[in-house]
């Protein structure tokens, strides 16, 4: 079955850096574009970066640009975001979600990993 399992997850302090991991299993991976999103106690879920399918174009929210990193590799069929330079206001669960890059409109979330950025 279709499975994205996101790990990396933890307790910083501010300035400090984690590399969250997401692994997809059960769909074609190289054929969907990855996202990373996060959702904050009481606030809606928000967009924090995307790659292409082919990993050729990425893409990132404002309050992140400079300070995240995403990329994948189709050969562990695996996603990736480091998050450097962390605020307290990065504290949030975060989800990585599979779009197909094709004609259909498929899409997968993981159950999403816990971020705390804390002194």
């Known amino acids: 079955q279709v499975q994205l399992v996101e790990s990396g997850g933890g307790l910083v302090q501010p300035g400090g850096s984690l590399r969250l991991s997401c692994a997809a299993s059960?769909?074609?991976?190289?054929?969907?574009?990855m996202k990373w999103y996060r959702q904050a106690p009481g606030k809606e879920r928000e967009y924090v970066a995307g790659?292409?399918?082919?990993?050729?174009?990425?893409n990132y929210a404002e309050s992140v640009k400079g300070r995240f990193t995403i990329s994948r590799d189709n050969r562990r069929k695996t996603a990736y975001l480091q998050m450097n330079s962390l605020k307290v206001e990065d504290t949030a669960v975060y989800y990585c979600?599979?779009?197909?890059?094709?004609?259909?409109?498929?899409?997968?979330w993981g159950q999403g990993t816990q971020v705390t950025v804390s002194s």
């Open positions: 790659v292409t399918s082919d990993g050729g174009r990425k």
């Open positions: 979600k599979a779009e197909a890059a094709g004609a259909n409109n498929n899409e997968y």
């Open positions: 059960g769909f074609t991976f190289h054929y969907y574009h």
